[in-house]
């Protein structure tokens, strides 16, 4: 396997929960958005993956980092830590995986403003190569990773507004001296801007809460693999919802979310979509050159109104997700949801489970992921987020001392 192929098969990797439904549309339908650095898509934490992959507007907890970096300037902690891991494609390997470390600590002395970090680490598990000659070439360990920084304020005390930024590494591939390959990982750099708004109407003699909020993640440079001859789009992402809470009756709560999803790259051009004679040829290679030569910013606007099958295939590129959870106490919980994707742009879609236990210092989180089709690579899908509050350990110890 030289360094070519070996690209092509880890992106074919890490595109499988598309590919796996190809055949589930017809050929000329099937026309999914290609990106680089998928992983930046995969969820990390277990309570937003157990309401289908849900987090626009839902409470502040310790990975809005991803969902919508500006709930945490309406935090209830001081601070808090957070890990999370995800066993990613097992029914295909059982070496790839999903770890995340997220933070966040509240500053100022008015209550009003945070800073927040996570790190991401997807690994790709080993791949071993062989020689042309078909002897055992070299192990690898292929891996992206993702670093980034936020800070988030309010802006009155119903709407807050965050932004981040992101340094982003993808290393698919190796260097063979003999072969006299010489690869080179893909950085990347991006940003995300985001706003949350809530309030609490009163229904009833009820108190309720109802939130809006939306995310413009990953924002910035492609990614170039293979020595630069193969640039891609990182997976800008448009996300926006709304949670609406009401009580049971006293420390029971019940929690609906609705989560709507686009991503704002343009569609690579196929082939198919144009005439087969020499004419239509060079209209495809003019088109394909001008979608790899197109800056980012200009492909966020196109991926409105480039789908060759017009406003009826732009709005197959938008995924929902609908989700709910009950608490007793803030103490445990129950999550359930539904993630639906278009048939003709991926076809993933799947239920999500999941439960959360929280004391005052320790919260832990699990969800299952139910895919619909029984062939899909993600079903069966555990995640785990364990979570350390700051304000808990600062009260033991407290006791501690006196």
Known sequence: MNLK??????????????LAYADSASKNDFNPVT??????????????????????????????????PSKYAFAYSQGAIGLSYTPW???????????????YWKIGSQDNQAISASLRYFSLGEVNTSTSGGGTGQSLNPYEMAFDLGYSRKLSEKFSMGVTFRYIFSDL????????????GASAFAADISGYFT?????????????????ISN?????????????????????????????????????????????????????????????????????????????????????????PGGFKE????????????YSYNQQFFLRAGYYHESQFKGNRQYFGIGA??????????ASYMMATAQTSPLDQTLRFTLTFDMDGLREILGRRKR
């Open 219 to 307: 924002i910035g440079t492609k990614v170039s693999y293979n020595n630069g001859e193969n640039p891609a789009f990182l997976p800008t992402n448009l996300r926006l919802g709304t949670t609406f809470t009401f009580p049971l009756a006293d420390y029971h709560n019940l929690s609906l979310s609705l989560d709507f999803n686009k991503l704002l790259v343009p569609t690579r051009p196929r082939e198919s979509d144009y005439d087969d004679t020499p004419e239509g040829q060079v209209e495809y290679l003019n088109a394909l050159e001008d979608w790899q030569n197109m800056s980012p910013i200009t492909g966020i606007f196109k991926s409105f109104s480039d789908a």
């Open 89 to 103: 494609l097992r029914k295909l390997v059982n070496d790839i995986f999903l770890g995340s470390l997220a933070g």
């Open 314 to 325: 732009e709005l197959r590129e938008i995924n929902y997700s609908i989700g709910a959870e």
């Open 356 to 365: 959360g236990f929280s004391l005052n210092v320790v919260r832990l989180d």
């Open 173 to 184: 591939g190796f260097s063979d001296s003999y072969a006299g390959d010489q690869s080179k």
């Open 35 to 68: 990106t680089g650095v998928t992983s930046l898509s995969i969820a990390p934490d277990a309570r937003g993956a157990a309401m289908g992959d849900i987090g626009a507007a839902t409470d502040p907890d310790i990975n809005s980092q991803y969902w919508n």
């Open 199 to 215: 309030t609490y109407p009163i229904i009833g003699r009820n108190e309720c809460q109802w939130s809006w909020g939306w995310n």
């Open 5 to 18: 192929q070996l690209y092509i098969a880890l992106m074919m990797l890490l595109a499988v929960p598309v």
